[in-house]
Nanobody, 122 residues
Framework: VQLQASGGGLVQAGGSLRLSCEAS????????MGWFRQTPGKEREFLAA????????QYTDSVKGRFTISRDYAKNTVYLQMNSLKPEDTAVYYC????????????????WGQGTLVTVSS
């Protein structure tokens, strides 16, 4: 599956952004989907994941209550709604697809988007 992430940009602290991840080549409905982020010199950090059938989600503690992952099967797209953004949320954000495991581990994901930069100013 090929993934195209978009929606990043510059936003002030306290603002919101919605990231999109459009899939092609294989239906998103067959994939568990996740969002990660990475800053220079640090490992890729798990943010959120949604199970293949959309019935369950999981979040890392630092974004719980602020970020929401969702999926639109008709559009073959997964979203990450980000509210109450903080300067420490500044990073490159990646979407990823997993065929087999629904996991927080980046190694479980088979396909990755190219990343979209989110910058939160104070």
């Amino acid at each position: 599956v090929q993934l195209q992430a978009s929606g990043g940009g510059l936003v002030q602290a306290g603002g919101s952004l919605r990231l999109s991840c459009e899939a092609s080549g294989r239906a998103v409905a067959n994939q568990h989907m996740g969002w990660f982020r990475q800053t220079p010199g640090k490992e890729r950090e798990f943010l959120a994941a949604i199970i293949r059938d959309g019935t369950s989600t999981q979040y890392t503690d630092s974004v719980k209550g602020r970020f929401t992952i969702s999926r639109d099967y008709a559009k073959n797209t997964v979203y990450l709604q980000m509210n109450s953004l903080k300067p420490e949320d500044t990073a490159v954000y990646y979407c990823a697809a997993a065929t087999s495991l629904w996991s927080r581990r980046s190694g479980a994901y088979d396909s990755w988007g190219q990343g979209t930069l989110v910058t939160v100013s104070s």
